[in-house]
């Protein structure tokens, strides 16, 4: 017991440095006046996809896709000129089960093995205010699609030498569009996206 409390004291004494240095308040507020011009690249660690369907009819069930790339171009005095172009690691899916998530990568689902990313690449977007309409191409399976996101502005700030600047956006896309169809009906063609990306680079 006297060894495991020394082992716990020394390592927050390694971490005090480290708690010393974190901001008291969050680094990161929904001010439009923080976002500055510029080239961002996703910040992969902190972005995800998540769609929702409904299973059988029982139950509402998640998934998520993390370690996006990508980046996007903004200037704050001209919003409707920004780019957003994002990859979607296939693989990296993620449900609570390990069969279903074998079953996604198979070709009854996303066909990983021969179409392992899907990407967006925006087109127009229309700001009003800290929400914006991005219009944009949508890529799964190696088939290409128009989408709408309805995006919100989150927050900007600078965070260990890094700007970045974060967003939220919602969708809904039908799979079947796409070529995944399997199961349809009895879970909906209709599948609810939720898109949380965060963009940084080097502060100047």
Known sequence: ???????????????????????????GISDVRRVAAG???VDPGHSQVTFTVNHLGFSTYRGIF????????IDPKSPAKAKVSIDIPI???????DKLDEHLLGADFFDAANHPTAHFESTSIRPSGKAARISGNLTIKGITKPVV?????????TMMGKR????????????????VSYGIPLVPDAVPLQISVAFERPES
């Open 1 to 27: 017991m006297f060894r495991s409390a020394t082992i716990l004291l020394l390592g927050l004494s390694a971490a005090a440095p480290l708690v010393a240095q974190m901001p008291k308040t969050p680094p």
């Open 39 to 41: 080239t961002y690249t």
């Open 66 to 73: 993390g370690d996006l790339t990508g980046s996007m171009t």
């Open 91 to 97: 693989k990296r899916v993620t449900t609570t089960s």
């Open 149 to 157: 996101l309805d995006a919100v502005f989150v927050g900007a700030g």
């Open 164 to 179: 970045t600047i974060g967003f939220d956006a919602t969708t809904t896309i039908k799979r079947s569009d796409f070529g």
